[in-house]
């Protein structure tokens, strides 16, 4: 393992300490895990990009299509000022 020596302004200092200790943990601890957590939500939104660039949007409009037309479940209905647009892709 490696020792890291960082500046920390005293307010986020505070704050780290304040959470980590709330949560049971060492402030090691806890910037350990927002590190690797932060690591991890940056890799999956590369991933989705590279996804999204092989996308084939002609198949997905396809797939979307076979799906029934129904009424949303209660709660799930879209606000009445809502308008339905539609994709258009060239």
């Known amino acids: 393992m490696t020792t890291l020596s960082i500046r920390v302004p005293d307010s986020l200092h505070r704050a780290i300490k304040e959470l980590a200790t709330k949560d049971g943990y060492s ?38 299509a076979r799906v029934p037309d129904a009424a949303a479940d209660p709660g799930d209905e879209l606000p009445t000022k809502h308008s339905r647009r539609t994709r258009r892709h060239s």
């Open 27 to 64: 402030m090691n601890q806890f910037l350990i895990t927002a590190a690797a957590e932060k690591l991890s939500a940056l890799d999956t939104v590369d991933y989705l990009r590279q996804r999204a660039e092989r996308a084939n949007l002609k198949d997905f409009d396809n797939l979307l």
